[in-house]
């Protein structure tokens, strides 16, 4: 830029960066000036031709060679298995489905079933990521275990005999809709989606140990229930912990710490608020489950 | 959503490097790196996460290689700016996509790792800015040199 002529505020200019006051006096100077007329046509256009690329699709060898390098197989080499849990066939799917449930995280210090758990909240943002950076590669994605339009794991248990009750997560959380469902050692994870967002649910039975929490925390209640909050730097707030009904519930978003929040006030809610003839239907229903020779 | 993501990334990584071959060994670093990098990662814009890595294993391999010479743009901007109207009308109406890659492949690096991030990712200049760890004056700069680079190279 010289002094005589815009420059790089003509780019300002397009991209919206200008004052209005800015951008109608660059304008009336374009009217007047041949030289930067000329030059705000010129990158006009360039901008224009960049913003109308279409999008590249990646070779269909260069997936082959991806999975080649991907798989976990003997050869030692499956180093991205956990983070590209590629699709190349039903049992190589299920196994990447697996590893995406169980290698990373380490929900609970305590075992599967009921009892203290401090959940790994650490672990459950790696899984976060790792879930949808998988995703995000395009190049394939774990099985779920339910369709993305089938009802959630809690409504149709005999449905979704890979998803046992008691999990809480239905089939969306205020405009988040669930897009799969993994199982893990311990519980089941989520995984809802809306539009660029992404929130991880990890469900696992059993109560919350609330001192086994790192320090950067808060406590809060959410829906009646004891909450806690990670307000450390890696979380910000968007990573929620609480008890439901003896189901321990982890919630990791992407949006916003309010957003995440949000979305574990539209969570069922526990049995303690229903009505007593719904919890007598309720344990009934549970118990009849229990002894039925499909259960 | 996953092949929009997908392409996203892979259409990132074809912008910077020009080439499928180069495309592909920088979506391999990235994912290398993503996977290293998830003990570092914050809940937040994904792609984000993902553009700045991509950007950087490409400004890495940029430094490392140096495979294509740089040509260093003329400080006269009436020369990157030939053409009239004329040739303006007639670039809109002929440019193929491939003319348009030809052109940002034949950006110096820096000229065209901004232009990208701004018109391809989507970037702010405050998040080139901070991507790339220059000024935003800076920034500012090899955007609008950068485009008017492109067109000096789409209409010879």
């Known amino acids: 830029m010289n002094d005589l002529h815009a420059g790089d505020a003509l780019s300002d200019l397009l991209d919206g960066r200008l004052t209005v006051d800015a951008a ?24 224009a031709s960049v913003r109308s690329l279409p999008a590249v699709e990646p070779p269909t060898a260069y997936i082959e060679a991806v999975l080649a390098i991907t798989e976990p197989d003997e050869r030692g080499s499956g180093r991205l298995a956990a983070v590209l849990p590629l699709r190349r066939s039903a049992a190589m799917a299920n196994a990447a489905a697996a590893v995406v449930a169980g290698a990373f995280i380490v929900l609970g210090a305590g075992g599967a079933g009921a009892g203290a758990v401090a959940p790994g909240v650490g672990g459950a943002v790696e899984q976060h990521a790792a879930t949808i950076s998988a995703i995000s590669t395009g190049l394939g994605a774990p099985d779920p275990l339910l369709p993305p339009d089938e009802v959630s794991p809690t409504t149709l248990p005999r449905r979704s005999t890979d998803v046992p009750r008691p999990y809480l997560a239905p089939k969306s959380l205020g405009a988040y809709r669930l897009a799969d469902a993994f199982r893990s050692e311990r519980g089941v994870y989520l995984l809802y989606q809306k539009d660029q967002y992404a929130l991880s649910v990890f469900e696992q039975e059993g109560n919350v140990d609330f001192a086994g929490l790192p320090a950067l925390g808060e406590r809060l209640q959410v829906g009646g229930d004891d909450a806690w909050r990670w307000t450390g730097p890696r979380a910000d707030g968007r990573v929620l912990v609480l008890e439901r009904d003896g189901v321990v519930i982890t919630l990791v978003g992407d949006e916003s710490a309010g957003a995440v929040l949000a979305a574990a006030r539209q969570l069922p809610p526990g049995a303690r608020s229903l009505p007593i003839g719904t919890r007598v239907r309720r344990a009934c229903g549970d118990a009849l489950d229990a002894l039925s020779p499909a259960g | 959503m996953a092949r929009e993501h997908g392409r996203f990334l892979y259409t990132v990584a074809y912008r910077l490097t020009g080439n499928d071959a180069d495309a592909q060994d920088l979506v391999q670093e990235v994912l290398l790196r993503v996977r290293r990098g998830l003990e570092t990662y914050r809940p937040g814009s994904l792609e984000g996460w993902l553009s700045r890595i991509t950007t950087n294993a490409f400004l890495d ?12 743009l003329p400080d006269d901007p009436d020369r990157v700016l030939a053409g009239g109207d004329d040739a303006e009308a007639a670039l809109a109406a002929t440019t193929l996509p491939d003319d348009i890659q030809d052109a940002i492949r034949a950006l110096p690096e820096d000229f065209r790792v901004a232009v990208v991030l701004c018109d391809v990712v989507g970037l702010s200049y405050e998040e080139i800015a901070g991507h790339l760890g220059i ?10 040199r950068g485009r008017a680079a492109l067109r000096g190279v789409l209409v010879p």
């Open chain 2, 61 to 72: 391999e940029v430094r490392r290689r140096r495979r294509r010479p740089t040509v260093a």
């Open chain 2, 135 to 144: 000024p935003i004056g800076t920034v500012r700069s090899r955007i609008h």
């Open chain 1, 24 to 47: 109608a006096a660059l304008r009336a100077h374009v009217i007047g000036c041949a030289h930067c007329s000329a030059e705000l046509d010129a990158v006009r256009e360039a901008r």
